[in-house]
């Protein structure tokens, strides 16, 4: 069946085997996420091409996202590894501690982010950990910060640390990410996922930063945005106009602004994305449980079904595939839990269209396809297409009619795979107008996508070959050009 929501899977110890990673695509994977939060160039370097050699043994193109680290805000490292804090237990975070090797005790620890004692107040909030752990801030003394726990737990080596509220000043883009941008660029990453970003000039750095990387190479990456910080939410249309889609990073920003408050957050990205044309990807502890267990919760099935029926484009796995045990049941089970999600989709598409303004010919195409496919019932939507941006278009309303978009590119073959209900195949495109359209209409009979006598709707420009060009829409009954 078609599935139109994608899978992003996160790859690491326990996916980096090429026949699993084989197995894991046949499953379902659609994009690949790199994290580069661990192992050093040459990993990424490597685990890029055992993808696309994955992929390619899979008869598929697969998307790989290069997802960037931000700025350290975490703790050093302790004697032994680990110290445990009891509700009440003073404790410092002192920046200066490690300088000369210091390990961290029970007493004090030391901070990679060396500018806190500049962004803290007394009677902050700083939670540790993934929130696990509260600390209040009770006086600042030059480079060191005097707390007390108030919720106390496990602290081990290089935890996170955010402040409740946000307000923390690093940089979204660290000296490291702006060299592991060259090398995502070095192997044509199609996606590049920025952590932590504030504000549109995060974003707008990030992408010229990418574009002089991969300019060399003629290629220019698609800029996701991850919203893990309470600063982004008030400057979020800002941050979705800089960007091409944006990450609901569930995690950090549950940390930041609260865990009750996040279902509605996701919602309101999910739907402020697709309001702008843009890509939304929902992620952070979906399938948590299948780490060490074969099947997941039921309540991580609703959150992954939920997600499916907020409008996301793709749900991500994390840890889930980079270190669990059940990678490749990870993903069945994520495949069929979309699947079945879609099936109780209500369909909206008129409503989508009240009130809007078509300014431009290829978006009014674009639109004009879904209304015509939506009601002659038609077998598919085709898009032949120079940069996918007429699929992209078209997927940001909900139909019940799978969308192909047929390009040249294999660039622009990889970007769609996050487009959700789009299905991209290469197609050369040689020829006038009549003999593509031949070419399409084959393709998709030796797909088995659809046979004599069903109807589609094409979408092309003309003259064909143009970015930007669509200006052509045709209702076509399969067979009409034998």
């Given at each position: 069946m078609f599935r139109g929501t994608k899978i992003v899977a996160t790859i690491g110890p326990a996916s980096t085997d090429f026949d699993i990673l084989v197995r894991m695509i046949e499953a379902g994977v659609d994009v690949v996420r790199l994290n580069f939060s661990h192992g050093k160039a040459q990993d990424h370097i490597d685990r890029a091409n055992l993808v696309r050699r994955a992929a390619a043994q899979c008869g598929r193109e697969v998307a790989i996202m290069a997802d960037m680290q931000g700025p350290k805000i975490r703790v050093g490292k302790f004697e032994q590894g680990?110290?445990?804090?009891?509700?009440?237990?003073?404790?410092?975070?002192?920046?200066?501690?490690?300088?000369?090797?210091?390990?961290?005790?029970?007493?004090?620890?030391?901070?990679?982010?060396k500018a806190l004692p500049r962004d803290v107040r007394p009677g902050d909030k700083?939670?540790?950990?993934?929130?696990?752990?509260?600390?209040?801030?009770?006086?600042?003394?030059?480079?060191?910060?005097f707390t007390v726990v108030k919720v106390g737990g496990e602290l081990s080596n290089n935890k996170g640390i955010n402040r409740q509220g946000g307000g923390l000043t690093a940089p979204a883009l660290t000296a490291k990410d702006m060299e592991d941008i060259k090398t995502?660029?070095?192997?044509?990453?199609?996606?590049?996922?920025?952590?932590?970003?504030?504000?549109?000039?995060d974003m707008e750095m990030a992408r010229q930063l990418a574009n002089i990387a991969g300019e060399p190479f003629h290629h220019k990456p698609m800029m996701i945005a991850k919203i893990e910080r309470a600063e982004a939410i008030p400057v979020l249309q800002e941050i979705l106009d800089a960007s091409d889609g944006i990450m609901v990073a569930r995690g950090d920003l549950a940390?930041?602004?609260?865990?009750?408050?996040?279902?509605?957050?996701?919602?309101?990205?999910?739907?402020?994305?697709?309001?702008?044309?843009?890509?939304?990807?929902?992620?952070?502890?979906?399938?948590?449980s299948m780490i060490v267990n074969a099947v997941p919760t039921r309540a991580e099935v609703s959150d992954v079904a939920n997600a499916v029926l907020d409008g996301t484009d793709a749900v991500m796995t994390s840890a889930e595939t980079a270190s669990g045990r059940y990678p490749i049941e990870t993903v069945e089970m994520m495949a069929a839990?979309?699947?079945?999600?879609?099936?109780?989709e209500y369909n909206k598409l008129d409503a989508d269209f009240l009130n809007v303004t078509f300014t431009r010919i290829d978006q009014s195409i674009a639109y004009g396809a879904l209304f015509t496919a939506h009601h002659l019932r038609v077998k598919a939507i085709v898009a032949l297409t120079e940069s996918g941006s007429t699929a992209l278009w078209m997927s940001r309303h909900s139909i019940d009619t799978p969308i192909y978009a047929l390009t040249p590119s294999t660039t622009t073959h990889r970007k769609a795979s996050l487009y959700r209900n789009v299905r991209a195949y290469n197609l050369l495109q040689e020829g006038d107008s009549s003999a593509v359209l031949r070419q399409a209409e084959d393709l998709m009979v030796?797909?088995?996508?659809?046979?004599?006598?069903?109807?589609?709707?094409?979408?092309?420009?003309?003259?064909m070959g143009q970015v930007g060009g669509t200006n052509a829409l045709k209702i076509v009954r399969v067979g009409e050009f034998s």
């Open positions: 680990k110290i445990v804090l009891e509700n009440g237990d003073k404790f410092i975070l002192d920046a200066k501690w490690g300088e000369n090797g210091e390990l961290g005790n029970q007493e004090r620890v030391g901070l990679d982010y700083l939670l540790l950990n993934d929130g696990l752990i509260v600390l209040v801030v009770e006086r600042i003394l030059g480079h060191e910060i995502a660029m070095s192997f044509q990453a199609d996606y590049l996922a920025i952590s932590f970003p504030k504000s549109a000039t940390v930041e602004v609260g865990n009750a408050a996040v279902p509605a957050l996701q919602k309101r990205m999910i739907r402020m994305a697709r309001e702008s044309n843009k890509l939304a990807i929902t992620a952070t502890q979906m399938m948590e839990i979309c699947l079945e999600a879609e099936q109780s030796a797909k088995g996508i659809v046979k004599k006598g069903d109807m589609i709707v094409v979408t092309w420009g003309e003259p």
